[in-house]
């Protein structure tokens, strides 16, 4: 029988996970996943190109190669109508193509926006949105969206929905990249800006339908937001922030990143005062961005238009008006919505994330989004029994585009975290999918990898590779009533 080649696409995501550097590796090798597929393993451990630990990876996925999972997704897409590209179709964003852990695979509902003569932009911002936060994230979403460009986002509570309904406000469609498949509403308030979305532009997602938000999703799919964009804004966010995340993503990946100044010592304004210490650009509103990409986008970005049209909008009144239409949730103060401090009439589920919704079942049990629950921060012990307060070292200021301090409280630290801290040795710089084992997958991995590196402890090296700070003592978790 015949097979789509989204099927092998499909089966190579999901053998290796998705973030894969290895999966991306293996494409350029061969030029695309049927190939893969198709070549006997004897052929590829032979390849010069591999690592000891990328053969044991490909040991456990070469030994069963059966599509039948992949088949079954195929499947249900086509039972839920919703949309499949693969990195050999021209809709695949060239952007992401030239990503070293590029996504496999697409799934996306609406219609994907043609973003071969557009300037995208992410606009990501904390969750424990300030009402500073709200007006400045709407004037950008909506400032952007006014003077041609479109804002890719992740759908999140507070800042990134604010820039999502303020772009779709102009008349412009918008990208949402989720952490859980297409299918599932998250978080269950957005679901009128989902289905705005899905009318005026595209959600994607590089999970499969069905797949649940869970926490460690979310640092992965934020590669893809700065791989689409040319452009990161980073609004507000404390020290541990996952917009962080976003922003080390798209330093690394050679775009420009951009911070809204905030109050010095207000704790969400720690996130983008760092970064302009770091060589990040202030943004005050949206022509600040504009501005800086004009000349590559004469036919489709339009400054006077903008300056014309945003003369006499009050965006105090505006965005808090979206707020409660829209619904947009923010995280802490009772996940409030519509008018008050914040726009602040509370949401029913008070005090946490939301339940998801999901579109062809029932709702399912809450998610954590920042997936660090608090029964899993725990204090930090040496095996030799003798407490540490501190393991790692402060993270080196000295590379050009160090954009991070240390500063992200150990005590946010996960298991997964600590297991893969514990894999890697001092100054060893090791490829993430080397350390792919049982109990942590390549997504584990990677999610790790980001908030060790906020915290100072890993750093990023050339090739994709990450090196361990600090010395090699291996550290554990233990109970707090633990002496």
Known sequence: MSLDSSVYWIWLAEALGQGSKLAAKLVNMYGNAEEVYHTPESDIMAREELTAGERASLKRLLGSRTTEKAQEIVKVCEDLHIGIITPDMDEFPRSLRALSDMPLVLYYLGTLPDTRDRLLVSVVGTRKMTPYGRKISYSLGYGLGTGGALVVSGMALGADSMAMVGALDSGSPTIAVLGCGVDVIYPHEHKDLYRRTIEHGAVISEYPPGSAPSGHHFPVRNRI???????????????????????????????????????????????????????????????????????????????????????????????????????????????????????????????????????????????????????????????????????????????????????????????????????????????????????????????????????????????????????????????????
């Not at 339009?302 to 049209?309: A, G």
């Not at 909008?313 to 965005?319: H, I, L, R, T």
């Not at 160090?402 to 490829?431: C, H, R």
């Open 225 to 483: 937001i700065s791989g689409l964009s040319e452009a990161t804004v980073v609004v507000e966010g404390n020290a541990s922030s996952g917009a962080l995340i976003t922003a080390r993503h798209a330093a690394a990946q050679g775009k420009k990143v951009f911070a809204v100044p905030g109050k010095v010592g207000d704790p969400e304004s720690e996130g983008p005062l760092m970064l302009l210490q770091n060589n990040a650009l202030p943004v005050y509103r949206a022509s600040d961005i504009l501005s800086e990409f004009e000349f590559l986008y004469p036919r489709t970005l339009n400054l006077d238009f903008l300056h014309t049209r945003l003369r006499d909008v009050d965006f105090e009144a505006e965005s808090m008006t979206a707020m409660e239409k829209s619904r947009i949730g923010v995280r802490g103060v009772g996940n409030t919505y519509g008018s008050g401090i914040n726009g602040g009439r509370a949401n029913k589920n008070k005090g946490g994330d939301s339940p998801t919704t999901h579109i062809s079942k029932e709702a399912e049990d809450p998610v954590s989004l920042g997936g660090k629950k608090d029964e899993n921060r725990s204090k930090i012990k040496p095996l030799s029994g003798k407490k540490s307060k501190k393991t790692g070292k402060k993270r080196s200021r000295s590379e050009e585009n160090s954009y991070f301090t240390t500063g992200f409280a150990l005590s946010m630290l996960d298991e997964n975290d600590w297991k893969v801290y514990n894999i890697m040795q001092q100054n060893v710089p090791v490829l993430p999918d080397s350390m792919v084992r049982e109990d942590l997958t390549i997504s584990d991995i990677m999610c790790a990898l980001s908030t060790l590196e906020l915290c100072g402890m890993v750093e990023s090296t050339a090739g994709g590779l990450f090196t361990r700070v600090g010395e090699n003592t291996p550290v554990t978790l233990v109970d707090e009533t633990d002496g």
